[in-house]
């Protein structure tokens, strides 16, 4: 079960500040099909709203496909920008979705978020958070992406020891 919440915590990632999963990525798990999945969101759209469900836009889709190996589109690819479910929009999926493999994979998918959101809580220092963060970085992101290496300089940099401070006032050595 720790492999499943493991694999299943890969699927998981931040964006706008709050943790998602991908459509296609949900619709993998529950073995259906992409399209009729987001067609039975569309057809229940008020259970659905912005903090459950939302588009990415282009410059987050490139960003996250920096991330993860997808197609390229030899088969044609993805013809829209991908939806992205937060913790209560994949909840209120296992309502629209109704198998018993949604089910099964919906509570899985429950107890990953959960200990997400336990890791986070226990981590009370704030360096040992950039420190996790920094990891976590140079484990899924490519060594060349510029701003990455931006930022796993930046929290180097904070990690490191405090800049000296000058000295205010007379000095008695001159």
């Known amino acids: 079960m720790t492999r499943k919440l493991a694999q299943l915590q890969k699927l998981i990632y ?25 067609q039975a969101v ?20 490139e960003s996250l496909r920096s991330q993860i ?9 993805r ?6 479910f937060t913790e209560q929009g994949v909840s209120m999926l296992s309502s629209v979705i109704n ?15 959960v200990k997400l959101r336990h890791f986070v809580l226990s981590k009370n220092d704030a360096s040992d958070q950039i420190a996790e963060l920094r990891k976590l970085l140079m484990l899924y992101i490519e060594k060349n992406d510029k701003r990455v290496n931006d930022i796993i300089i930046a929290l180097n940099n904070l990690i490191g020891s405090p800049p000296k401070t000058r000295t205010i006032g007379f000095s008695a050595n001159k």
């Open 14 to 38: 931040e964006i706008r500040r709050q943790n998602v999963m991908l459509d296609s990525d949900l619709s993998a798990l529950y073995g259906v099909e992409l399209k009729g999945m987001n």
């Open 42 to 61: 569309k057809r229940n759209a008020e259970r659905f709203p912005s903090d459950f469900m939302f588009q990415l836009d282009y410059d987050e889709w």
């Open 69 to 77: 190996v997808t197609s390229n589109g030899s088969r044609g690819g």
């Open 79 to 84: 013809r829209y920008l991908p939806y992205v």
């Open 99 to 113: 198998s018993k493999r949604a089910i099964e994979v919906n509570i899985n998918i429950m107890r990953t978020f």
